[in-house]
């Protein structure tokens, strides 16, 4: 059982590089989305999908971009890398508004 | 939008103390959900609470949600060195969103 697996698990880029954060899970959970996770600051929704071709802005989307070909994909995209985005990301997925199972997080330096 | 807000932030107790972790939200939920964190880990899914005013028990942890479904608590008795971690309430409302409370951090002193 796989599970929801992110890759990679650690990065450093350089500010204005770009990268993709790659999310895949083996449930057919419709349901997918992006967090940051920031000290004192939980976790924040970047974005989420509902389902394959269907996505949306969740509360911290500026600087990401996502996409769903696939139920089983779920890659964000840093466009312009900056310090700012340093953090550590969480993909996670599940049936509508159930358990939602998390990967091992991406640990992103941003320099 | 949906704000969740979680007391205290951060909380040590000695091993055997009772510890918790309370949850409010600006709006009506569907559900709630509460997740434990390990340092370094990700979270793991503990619990759903649906109805107004129910309670649910896992051994020593019992969570709350409010008659008015604004409202969370998790107890923990008699903690040990396990319950170390960060634990997470999260608020299902309208749109398919699970908002995430900003988590309360438990260490557990021997």
């Known amino acids: 059982n796989a599970g929801v697996t992110q890759t990679p698990k650690f990065q450093v880029l350089k500010t204005g590089q770009s990268m993709t954060l790659q999310c895949a899970q083996d449930?057919?959970?419709?349901?997918m989305s992006w967090y940051r996770q920031d000290p004192g600051m939980g976790l924040r929704l970047i974005h989420y999908?509902?389902?394959?071709?269907?996505?949306d802005q969740g509360e911290v989307p500026n600087g990401y971009n996502v996409s769903r070909s696939t139920t089983e994909d779920f890659p964000l995209r840093l466009l312009s890398a900056a310090p700012s985005q340093t953090s550590v990301y969480f993909c996670?997925?599940?049936?509508?508004?159930?358990?939602?199972?998390f990967g091992q997080g991406t640990r992103l330096t941003v320099v | 939008g949906q704000q969740v807000m979680q007391i205290p932030q951060y909380q040590h107790v000695q091993e055997g103390e009772d510890f918790t972790t309370y949850c409010n939200s600006s709006?009506?939920?569907?559900?709630i959900q509460w997740y434990k964190q390990r340092p370094g880990g990700h979270p793991v899914f503990l619990i759903q609470?649906?109805?107004?005013?129910e309670v649910k028990k896992q051994k020593r942890l019992t969570f709350q949600f409010g008659e008015a479904k604004k409202n969370s608590s998790l107890h923990i008795t008699a903690t040990q060195t396990t319950d170390v971690g960060t634990y997470f309430c999260?608020?299902?409302?309208?749109?398919?969103?699970?908002?995430f409370g900003t988590g309360t951090q438990l260490k557990v002193e021997l």
């Open positions: 609470l649906v109805k107004s005013g």
């Open positions: 999260a608020g299902a409302g309208g749109g398919n969103k699970l908002t």
């Open positions: 449930m057919n959970h419709e349901y």
């Open positions: 709006t009506t939920l569907s559900n």
């Open positions: 999908s509902v389902g394959a071709g269907i996505t």
């Open positions: 996670a997925s599940s049936f509508g508004q159930s358990e939602a199972f």
